[in-house]
């Protein structure tokens, strides 16, 4: 998927570009008025098809069908914009995980402040004989997260609240993140 | 080719660009069989007709896939996320931010009515944010300690102006005294007497 921001670009590029004055030649007007005669004549004799079938090169349905892409496209995106993009406007705060666990041999965390990726490596703790800790930037805001040990065994924090929708038979620990600018 | 036909070239191929990505949010995890896919992402397309929040849905999913759980049950767990949050939002009322709204629907998930939790956010006014009250009272509960003890304890705590950070110490408190014995419904009782209140900040705002 492009980016929200490379999307935005790309729409600017696009509105530049229509609004890009059109230099026309001297017989333009009097080109234009003999079409309009002969459309007229023919949307009289065969209706609407006709007028249909000449409006493929007319600089200004183009911008009209351009500008109708662009709404489209532009209200689609906003539409679609994920919760994240909103959550990513949340000011992050510095959250320190502890776990205590001296026969681990690798812990991380794992959590919605992290699309649940196990590959995070900003969120792999560092061992301080058995007490594993790692502080990480987290946006403002209600989290679920958990302790992935020896990258296979789920643990809950010990120390945070339940998350209680625990549907997949594996712990996991609420997180409240307070906005220190509110 | 003219100006008007590379313009309008040019959108067609950018409307071709971003067609897929309002089709469906693009975290909807690949590993995830397609009915999954095509069912999480209809229940997401629901829940924002209705004006729940989204991201925890998507959130349960990746989850689910990070757990290595299968499919079917990670459409399930986000199905009842989804119905638990619809019934927190209406007990809420448009005022509720996304955060409380998720964290009322855990409380719902720990057995908690929903119109309780209502009552607590008319209580305690537009200004205060209910989602650690919410959260602690949804870990409480799932520690045994009773749906009506948990609730008038939250209550109290909240309508006494107890801060987030009081909060939390209760439940670190009510949930040490549960691990070393302590009758649940007591624990809870007796920790939301000992936390400080500001009488001054008691008073409900109007909704």
New interface residues.
Partial sequence: ??EWGG?RT??E??VQ??Q?P?AFDETFERRVMVRVRRLHAERRSRGWVAIASRIT???GW??A??AS??A??TL??M??R???A??GGAPLEPVQFVLVAPEAHSVAV?G?FN????NDSALVATNHEGVWSVTAPVPA??H?YAFLVNGKQ?VADP?A?????D??G?P?S?L?V?DSTR | M???????S???L??V???????Q???LGNPLDAPSRVAINALIDSARAQGI????L???M??????G?DGP??V??VR??TR?MATAHRALGTVAT??EI??A???V??GVPAVELGKIKKQSGLRRSL??PF??L??I???GVPVEAGVNAIRSLVGAGAK?TDINTF??NVSGDIEKGAPPAAAAETRAKAVPTKPDSAKPEQL
């Fill in positions: 998927m492009p999307g790309t729409l590029m696009i570009e229509l890009r059109v090169h007319r600089p183009a911008a069908l351009a892409v662009v489209v496209v689609g995106l539409r679609s994920p919760d994240s909103r959550q794992v919605d699309d649940w990726g196990l805001g209600v679920r789920w120390s609240p339940r998350a209680t929708d549907d997949f594996m996991s609420a409240v307070e | 003219n100006r008007s036909a590379r313009a309008v040019a959108l067609i950018a409307a660009a971003f067609a897929p990505a309002h089709a949010d693009p975290r929040p989204t991201e925890p998507i959130q349960k990746n989850q689910g896939v990070a757990m759980v049950r990670i399930a767990a009842t996320l638990e996304a955060d998720q964290a629907a855990s409380a998930h720990a989602t650690l959260t602690v949804a870990d509960v799932s520690r987030d439940q670190r």
